[in-house]
């Protein structure tokens, strides 16, 4: 006989037709057995299937009892809906076995069959007619599967306990749930030796990966948080001889989690739990935060206990503060740091969220472990601590501090020194952990001992030079004595390695030891970051640019440097002058790649892209207001005023326009990409020996080949320009006689009617006058042709500081001079470079 699951009818009133066996006591509708040859299909055509309010579904195969909480299985999925579990929950019935309450009786998960293989619509649940109880999905394929046929199985049962059992013709239990447990124990329901209780990987992926398992050994009851080795955050001991031959368990019974350990019952447990007394359906759930909690129905599901924390308190879990991440009042979390302010190694991964934790500014590297080094922090305690019998042993008993760092230093695998002693501090405890996760404060009067941490980290700033590079330090002391400054200094040995053959090595080796760098990531890391290059936000000077997550969360833009002879040159060049320079009006260099032939440079991410989009916007629907923009171009003066004025070495970015402009998300602006920059030594303007930048940007004096900061004024004058007026500096849609901007505005100055030449999308631009002509006088300053008459960048702005100014007499002859043919300018490069530094297709392709 098959019965197949897929009537639409009111089922109670089949099960009065068809059966009075479902009428115990009168009063039940429930349907709490099924015999062989039985299907059911997970379709929402399906008995029983009932929509939540907090947005999951069931569709409910076997259930048994009516009134109130009880126990049903059958499909369950939340959310999207995509996929599905076969699993067993609490739900809440009326007197007909109907599910109820849909807006606050949430079905509660206690146990399912395919967490790591969720199965789609349409997949089907088989009592076979040989036993096997299989979970096959739509494609036919076997989701999971009980392996009972040639069992003699008779038909299955879902108890009154919310065990799901497959039983043969004598009423024998051959299959159930309860020894299949995952992250749920149930009132009733026995953990076993040997068997886990494991999280889920959070609240909404229930995939069997969590951090965190309880299991019971002989030795009582312990939690883990997975690493390699297993580190026990919480136990429950029983010590003593064994008296029962039954295996070792723990059972959740009214009012306790009790270890039967040493005994079985009935006898008395050797050790209890205490859990609040149930008054009504309860179960326990390991969280994927390794708490595990108890949930009770009352007039909705609400927590009643939180049973591993122990008198430490919140700061016991190993990943309250997540790693590294130091947990201090019972919850709030900071990361490590230097005692007096010394060389900071960790940041946090996100300053709004704390408890996600810190990462290491410079990730530890076994390669350069010369470079270790021990950042000490006193007071502070582990999780580990209180070893017992081959649980968290610590790697060394009765030494001295000094000993247990060295233990850390010597293997590349420890990732901290912990030392916990009493009041001889060279008999302690040493542990040396594989990885670090939430670290915590050491309360001497309520541990009563006393403990140290020490942290390892990768020291970048270290003078010490490993030896192998020595050569090339030598070399760059030699070339540099007198004769040549340091940047070319630094080019001069770039040329020098290239030269020599091996250069891809000898320059990879070269850039590992300049300091302070900002992180390095391997190519693989970077292809995964950003789904091997998927989505491409722009395209750059040097190659295109495309948008990442890092392994933490963070979003990042990563630059895919192409042509390989130039960039050598302008990656070394983009490393060492971003890496060292942090301004709010800068974007951040988070990190790069030099691996192999692979260049890359990892930014942070600006999430509302570049200038260009917002003020020359291809439908006019949005349009920034005068405040934004004024903003933004103060933003702008101040980042250049920076790179001009504060920087070690003064840097000239050599390519200002709209595109090189990005935004955040509360519209600051910052300046980007400096692949076009050279360094310029102070007071001194330095032949340019490549011919750069972009069309309609650049400054008359690009002719002659002088190049000073002042190119980058000229630049932010045309860019001011464009923020005001809403249009590119030359647009070929324009009448012949507006197509370029600084013609027009020569001719509006003169005419004085510059509000003419205003954005006219947004009406709050005209309200703002008297600001907007100020803005676009200093713009006509900037402009000036005579480039030694241009103002300074931080003279831009005082002057928006309304401190000083503009200057009177000006010039209106601007020279929006028209590109250089391109074979003029080949002329003028130093024939050295020339191989190395081609013109941008940009400027090739330039309007004439
Ligand atoms: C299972 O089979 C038995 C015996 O044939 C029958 O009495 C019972 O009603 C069946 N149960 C269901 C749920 O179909
Ligand atoms: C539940 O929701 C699904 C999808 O929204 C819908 O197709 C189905 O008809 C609903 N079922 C019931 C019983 O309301
Ligand atoms: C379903 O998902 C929502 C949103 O994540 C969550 O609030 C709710 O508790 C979930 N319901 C069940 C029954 O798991
Ligand atoms: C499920 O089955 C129904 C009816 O047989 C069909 O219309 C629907 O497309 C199927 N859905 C999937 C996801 O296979
Ligand atoms: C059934 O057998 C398969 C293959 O041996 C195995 O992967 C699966 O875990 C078994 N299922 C159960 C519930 O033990
Ligand atoms: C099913 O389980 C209930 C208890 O929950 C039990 O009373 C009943 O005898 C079981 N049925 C079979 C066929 O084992
Ligand atoms: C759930 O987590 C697992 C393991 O981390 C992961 O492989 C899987 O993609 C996640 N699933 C979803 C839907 O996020
Ligand atoms: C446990 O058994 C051993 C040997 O059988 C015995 O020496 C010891 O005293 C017992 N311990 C306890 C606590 O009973
Ligand atoms: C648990 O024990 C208390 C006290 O004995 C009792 O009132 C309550 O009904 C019990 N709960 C259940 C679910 O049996
Ligand atoms: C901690 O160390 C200090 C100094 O070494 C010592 O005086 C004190 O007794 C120690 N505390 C404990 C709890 O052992
Ligand atoms: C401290 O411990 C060391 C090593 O066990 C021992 O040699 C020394 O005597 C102890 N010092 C004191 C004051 O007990
Ligand atoms: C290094 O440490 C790891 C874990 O911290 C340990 O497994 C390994 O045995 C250690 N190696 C040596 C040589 O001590």
């Known amino acids: 006989m098959k019965i197949t699951w897929s009537f639409s009818r009111p089922v109670p009133l089949i099960l009065i037709i068809s059966s009075s066996l479902y009428l115990i006591n009168g009063e039940s509708f429930d349907y709490p057995e099924a015999n062989l040859s039985t299907s059911w299909t997970n379709s929402p055509s399906a ?10 579904t069931v569709r409910s195969i076997l259930l048994r009892g009516s009134f109130g909480p009880r126990y049903a299985c059958g499909f369950f999925c939340n959310g999207s809906c995509d996929t599905y579990l076969f699993a067993i929950f609490i739900v809440q019935t009326d007197s007909a076995s109907y599910i109820t309450m849909p807006s606050i009786g949430f079905p509660q998960v206690v146990w399912s069959a395919n967490r790591d293989r969720p199965v789609r619509l349409n997949a089907t649940l ?31 049962n879902l108890t009154e306990t919310g065990n799901l059992v497959l039983f043969d013709e004598k009423g024998t239990t051959i299959w159930q749930s309860f020894d299949h447990p995952t992250d749920v124990l149930v009132p009733g329901q026995s953990l076993v030796i040997g068997n886990y209780l494991t999280a889920s990987v959070s609240n909404t992926n229930w995939t069997n990966g969590g951090l965190y398992s309880l299991s019971v050994t002989s030795e009582g009851l312990f939690a883990y948080v997975g690493s390699n080795p297993p580190q026990a955050y919480y136990f429950k001991l029983v010590s003593g001889n064994k008296t029962s031959n039954v295996p070792s368990y723990v059972k959740f019974l009214n009012g306790s989690l009790a270890l039967f350990v040493l005994s079985a019952e009935p006898s008395e447990p050797d050790e209890v739990i205490s859990v609040p007394q149930a008054s009504s359906a309860q179960y326990m759930k390991l969280g994927s935060d390794g708490h595990l909690r108890v949930y009770q129905w009352g007039d909705k599901w609400a927590e009643v206990a939180d049973l591993l924390t122990g008198y430490l308190g919140e700061c016991n879990y190993p990943l309250v503060c997540g790693t590294y991440g130091i947990c201090s009042n019972n919850g709030q979390c900071s990361c490590p740091a230097s005692a007096n302010g010394g060389t900071s190694y960790f940041r946090q991964k996100d300053y709004r969220q704390p408890s996600l934790g810190c990462s290491e500014i410079t990730p530890l590297t076994c390669v350069e472990q010369q470079n270790h080094e021990l950042l000490e922090l006193d007071d ?6 209180d070893g017992y019998n081959g649980i968290n042993n610590p790697d060394m008993t009765g030494v001295d501090m000094e000993s247990c760092k060295q233990g850390c230093l010597r293997n590349c695998s420890c990732k901290a020194a912990l030392f916990q002693y009493g009041y001889n501090s060279s008999n302690g405890d040493c542990y040396l952990p594989s990885e670090v996760f939430s670290l915590m404060n050491n309360v001497e009067e309520t541990t009563h001992y006393n403990s140290s941490a020490f942290l390892k980290v990768q020291n970048v700033q270290s003078g010490t030079v490993p030896k192998k590079k020595t050569s090339h330090m030598a070399l760059i002391a030699g070339l540099s004595v007198g004769v040549l400054s340091t940047v070319a200094c630094i080019l001069g040995i770039l040329m020098y390695l290239y030269k020599r053959g091996n250069s891809e090595e000898a320059e990879e ?9 900002p992180t390095r990531f391997s190519y693989e890391v970077l292809k995964s970051a950003t789904s091997d290059f998927s989505k491409k936000l722009g395209e750059g000077g040097f190659g295109s640019v495309y948008e990442g997550t890092l392994g933490d969360g963070t979003k990042v833009a990563v630059k895919l440097l192409e042509g390989l002879g130039q960039v050598k040159k302008s990656f070394l060049v983009e490393v060492e002058i971003i890496g060292s320079i942090h301004h709010v009006n800068l974007v951040r260099l988070i990190g790069f790649c030099a691996d192999k032939s692979h260049r890359l440079l990892v930014y942070e ?3 509302n892209g570049s200038l260009d989009k917002w003020i020359f916007p291809k439908n006019q629907a949005f349009s920034l207001d005068w405040k934004h923009r004024w903003k933004i171009i103060f933003d702008i003066a101040r980042g250049l005023a920076y790179l001009h004025e504060d920087c070690r070495q003064k840097i000239i970015h050599l390519d200002i326009k709209p595109q090189n402009i990005l935004l955040d998300e509360s519209f ?6 400096f692949g076009l920059s050279k360094l310029i030594d102070k007071d001194q303007s330095q032949v340019m020996t490549a011919m750069r930048g972009t069309p309609g940007y650049l400054a008359p004096e690009w002719l002659s080949s002088i190049i000073t900061e002042k190119v980058d004024v000229y630049g932010f004058g045309v860019v001011v320009l464009e923020i005001v007026c809403g249009r590119k500096n030359l647009d070929r849609y324009q009448p012949e006689e507006g197509m370029h901007l600084l013609s027009l505005f020569k001719q509006k100055l003169e005419e004085d009617r510059l509000m003419d030449m205003v954005d006219k999308h947004n009406e709050d631009m005209q309200y703002n006058e008297r600001e907007i002509v100020k803005v676009m006088r200093l713009a006509a300053w900037c402009l000036q042709s005579d480039f030694t008459k241009r103002p300074s960048m931080s003279m831009v702005v005082k002057v928006m500081e309304g401190v000083m100014d503009v200057e ?14 391109p074979m003029e300018a080949v002329g003028r490069i130093d024939a050295k470079f020339a191989a190395t530094s081609p013109l941008l297709p940009s400027v090739l392709s330039g309007p004439r």
């Open 126 to 156: 088989l009592l076979k007619s040989d036993g096997d109880l299989v979970l096959q999905d739509v494609d036919g394929t076997v989701a999971w599967s009980t392996n009972t046929s040639a069992k003699s199985i008779a038909g299955l």
């Open 380 to 385: 502070i305690r582990y999780f580990i601590y």
């Open 47 to 56: 008995p029983h299937s009932v929509n939540f309010s907090d947005g999951s």
């Open 668 to 673: 600051n602006a910052k300046v980007s990409d």
């Open 808 to 821: 009177e007499n000006l010039d209106y002859g601007f020279s929006f001079s028209q590109l250089p043919k």
């Open 509 to 517: 080796d070269y850039l590992d030891q300049v300091p302070g760098l």
């Open 605 to 607: 991410f600006m999430c």
